[in-house]
């Protein structure tokens, strides 16, 4: 009998948490209490796991958008683009706040006893995590809503104001630039799962984590999201940058306008074969894969960071991204092009152990150097073919 009430209990738990009613066999669409986001798991420690691989895909996903976009910005709106510091008044200020955000979510994973996640968003498409597709495009009205209403604070979106003696929403303003109806989905929501489920682990009791440090942390990437970044790029989205606001309706001019503040980059191109956004000029795509390559290193030393709090691996990672990347990624948009930041297939942990995973990388390493070495001639002038021989000693 106590079996059976054990087992009662957590079927009228399940039940609770999935809108089941009793008898009826039928699940309704159950959300997380204080978020719209849609539960998979009773369990509390299966459901953190869930949301923080997402968390981790789409703090990565913002990230590389976000860097795409800065690097199509042309000179003169460098102040745009700004210097590699945390900040919320510049695309890399941004940046780096996004990869200390992708730093935390795969450090409360370890300290939950799972692997970091350093992949981009998989399928099955979770549309109640993410409302828009991921693309890599130059800043435009199109981006700059989709970025605003990615990072928003839904209330910010609802406020009214003058637009032509009307009065609109910010959020039909944007439905106007988008095409139609947007998903009610927002980076914040999602953290507010991740609170509202670590709440839930320090309930059960099971798992020793300094919970305080967790639930203030957390709180902080809500925040800087929802206030920060959002006012950052409604600022360009709705003009009131000063490097834009002299110039009326600044997204609305082509793109072939010298006035208009991005190079003519591709939209999602592909350093791989055969597909329909290939770089079709040689040259440019081999720059293009030694972008990749070096991505590829990056996220590889960042993923033994993780693993191990390792300060060594993070900065090996950081002086790849301010280094080879950097260069290759601000040469290619002048010349129409730019890094695709492609995924690969074997992710970034592809080894058993950790001596295995120190010789991957280094080979990864040995082949983006030989790359480098054989297209030296193409190579910027500011790129410095010598560091790989620092980190292949390094590593």
């Known amino acids: 009998m106590k079996g059976n009430d054990t087992t009662r209990r957590a079927l009228l738990r399940s039940m609770a948490i999935f809108g089941m009613a009793a008898g009826s066999g039928k699940v309704l669409a159950a959300t997380h209490?204080?978020?719209?986001?849609?539960?998979?798991?009773?369990?509390?420690?299966?459901?953190?796991?869930?949301?923080?691989?997402?968390?981790?895909?789409?703090?990565?996903?913002?990230?590389?958008?976000?860097?795409?976009?800065a690097y199509a910005l042309k000179p003169a709106y460098a102040e745009i683009v700004g210097g590699p510091a945390p900040n919320t008044t510049s695309l890399m200020g941004v940046v780096i706040q996004e990869m200390q955000h992708l730093r935390g979510v795969n450090r409360l994973l370890v300290e939950l006893g799972a692997a970091p996640v350093l992949t981009r968003q998989d399928f099955p498409h979770e549309s109640d995590l993410y409302p828009f597709p991921f693309e890599l495009a130059p800043l435009s009205a199109s981006s700059l809503a989709k970025y605003t209403y990615c990072e928003a604070d839904p209330v910010r979106l609802g406020r009214v104001r003058s637009l032509n003696n009307e009065s609109v929403r910010l959020i039909d303003v944007m439905k106007g630039t988008l095409g139609g109806e947007i998903g009610a989905n927002h980076v914040g929501k999602l953290y507010d799962a991740v609170v509202g489920t670590?709440?839930?682990?320090?309930?059960?009791?099971?798992?020793?984590?300094?919970?305080?440090?967790?639930?203030?942390?957390?709180?902080?990437?809500?925040?800087?999201?929802?206030?920060?970044?959002?006012?950052?790029?409604?600022?360009?989205?709705?003009?009131?940058?000063?490097?834009?606001?002299?110039?009326?309706?600044?997204?609305?001019?082509?793109?072939?306008?010298?006035?208009?503040?991005?190079?003519?980059?591709?939209?999602?191109?592909?350093?791989?074969?055969?597909?329909?956004?290939?770089?079709?000029?040689?040259?440019?795509?081999?720059?293009?894969?030694?972008?990749?390559?070096?991505?590829?290193?990056?996220?590889?030393?960042?993923?033994?960071?993780?693993?191990?709090?390792?300060?060594?691996?993070?900065?090996?990672?950081?002086?790849?991204?301010?280094?080879?990347?950097?260069?290759?990624?601000?040469?290619?948009?002048?010349k129409g092009c730019a890094v695709p930041f492609d995924p690969l297939s074997t992710g970034f942990n592809p080894a058993l152990g950790d001596e295995s995973s120190k010789r991957y990388t280094h080979l990864m390493l040995q082949e983006t150097r030989d790359l480098a070495r054989s297209i030296e001639q193409l190579l910027p002038t500011d790129f410095d073919i010598n560091i790989y021989d620092q980190l292949l000693v390094a590593v």
């Open 33 to 69: 209490r204080f978020s719209p986001v849609k539960r998979a798991f009773t369990d509390p420690y299966l459901e953190m796991i869930r949301l923080l691989k997402e968390a981790a895909e789409i703090e990565q996903d913002l990230m590389i958008q976000y860097l795409y976009s």
């Open 198 to 334: 670590l709440g839930e682990l320090k309930e059960a009791g099971d798992i020793q984590l300094d919970y305080g440090a967790w639930f203030k942390e957390l709180g902080d990437v809500k925040a800087e999201g929802e206030f920060g970044h959002f006012k950052f790029f409604h600022s360009l989205y709705e003009g009131g940058h000063p490097l834009i606001k002299d110039t009326p309706d600044i997204w609305t001019l082509p793109a072939s306008d010298a006035r208009y503040p991005s190079y003519d980059v591709p939209v999602n191109p592909t350093a791989y074969d055969g597909r329909p956004t290939t770089i079709q000029d040689p040259e440019l795509r081999a720059l293009a894969w030694l972008g990749n390559m070096n991505y590829w290193c990056m996220l590889l030393l960042l993923d033994s960071a993780y693993r191990h709090d390792a300060r060594t691996e993070a900065a090996l990672a950081q002086s790849i991204m301010m280094g080879p990347l950097n260069s290759i990624a601000r040469y290619l948009p002048t």
